[in-house]
């Protein structure tokens, strides 16, 4: 028993280091609830027999929400209300921390980290956590549910690209679409790529996991819950779209554009173009929307042209679809940017692969990749408000300087690609 201790500390000492120090801060996130007590709120109202849609629910004195999770999210939900409100916090924020060791170790088999050497693979890890901590960290700050989502997209792909089991794949997305709806994007994408098994199985286990309610509440009254969450997330509503930027904490296209073309301002900073009327407006936003969803072609046919297409080829053209999550779904904060880790899981696998080769290609490839990562930065550090402070952050929040730092990640992922990694670190 003894010896299998020892070998169990051996073999995971570096996680079980890192679980020890991050514990403290689970715990301190654990005692205040955050977001998921917006849903522990809502799926109580549920065990009562009550829709928590259309109504403002109180969450704690002087705070107030809406629910716009499924109903399936506050059935399965229902029997953590009973409980004291610390317990399931904190077993939230462990399945969050669990999920984050199980999203890099996917990453490090898919981009193959175990075939680099042993300064490269701390290399790889230094700075795809470094790039992507602020969004984790946001996460657990507000207790929010996006890392569970991208988890289970994640693994989903995984399961149905490079383990070739599509109903398992397929069960993971139905509840990643399930809790949180972002997923659906990677329906076409599965069909694309002819994954029509995978497609079907998700599409019948979304049926199922939305009817699931019916079996305790009857199937009139699940409906009614469809058609309230329906009501409260439908996407051409004036809330998401000319009217998103209420506030200054939304970071998407639809909050991005009001920003610069209508008079909106935050505590007199105005940075208007011009002004476009609602309509113009919500027509601007489509247009930029769709135009971000078109460059999917260009991954893929990127990725089909190449002879030598594999595993990273695939990571590559998902990290672009996850990377649009963000950006054209409505209602994002900075927690949503949390689906920008393949992304930055590729460029830092990319960094340290072309750092390793000393070629003149290589050496060219440096100098662009280092003034790419800064024109990256810039805007991503503005928005930090570690370095300015909350209120002049909120500034740099106002001008959606995550929006705008993520787009700029567009034309480094393109340029960056596995063809061009394949040219660079394979000159023969």
Not at 149 to 176: C, D, H, M, N, S
């Amino acid at each position: 028993m003894l010896n299998r201790a020892k070998q169990f500390f051996l073999l995971y000492r570096t996680e079980l280091i890192i679980f020890l120090i991050a514990l403290p801060y689970l715990i301190a996130q654990n005692l205040h609830g955050g977001d998921f007590r917006i849903l522990l709120t809502g799926s109580g109202y549920l065990a009562k027999g009550f829709s928590p849609y259309g109504i403002v629910m109180p969450i704690e004195p002087g705070i107030t929400d809406v629910f716009l999770y499924s109903p399936f999210v506050g059935f399965i939900l229902m029997p953590l209300t009973y409980l004291p409100e610390i317990i399931p916090t904190f077993i939230f924020c462990l399945v969050n921390f669990l999920m984050l060791y199980r999203i890099w170790h996917i990453m490090g088999n898919w981009l193959q980290i175990k075939t680099l050497s042993d300064i490269q693979k701390k290399w790889w890890f230094a700075i795809s956590i470094a790039l992507t901590l602020r969004f984790i960290l946001h996460n657990f700050e507000k207790a929010q549910m996006n890392i569970v989502v991208f988890y289970l997209t994640f693994e989903g792909l995984y399961q149905i690209f490079l383990l070739a089991k599509p109903a398992r794949g397929g069960l993971l997305l139905a509840l990643g679409i399930c809790l949180k709806v972002l997923p659906v994007i990677f329906l076409p994408y599965l069909v694309y790529r002819k994954k029509i098994s995978s497609t079907m199985a998700v599409v019948l286990f979304c049926m199922l996991l939305l009817l699931l309610p019916a079996t305790w509440f009857g199937f009139a009254f699940d409906v009614h819950l469809l058609q309230g969450w329906w009501a409260a997330i439908n996407p051409t509503l004036d809330k998401y779209n000319s009217q998103q930027n209420v506030g200054v904490y939304f970071h998407c296209i639809s909050a991005l554009i009001p920003v610069y073309f209508s008079d909106c301002s935050y505590q007199g900073l105005s940075v208007n173009i011009m002004s476009l009327e609602p309509q113009a407006l919500f027509l601007l936003i489509n247009i930029i929307r769709a135009s971000l969803v078109g460059l999917v072609f260009f991954f893929l046919l990127k990725s089909a042209s190449d002879n030598k297409r594999n595993a990273i080829f695939m990571f590559w053209e998902q990290a672009y679809i996850f990377l649009l999550i963000p950006l054209v779904f409505p209602h994002q904060q900075k927690y949503s940017y949390v689906n920008l880790l393949p992304v930055f899981g590729y460029i830092a696998y990319y960094i340290v692969n072309v750092f390793a080769v000393s070629t003149k290609t290589g050496k060219r490839d440096k100098t662009i990749l280092l003034v790419s990562m800064a024109v990256i930065l810039i805007p991503l550090v503005l928005s930090a408000d570690i370095f300015w402070g909350m209120r002049i952050g909120k500034y740099f929040q106002f001008m959606k300087m995550v929006t705008i730092g993520t787009i700029l990640l567009i034309p480094v992922l393109a340029y960056f690609s596995p063809a061009r990694f394949l040219r660079v670190t394979e000159p023969g």
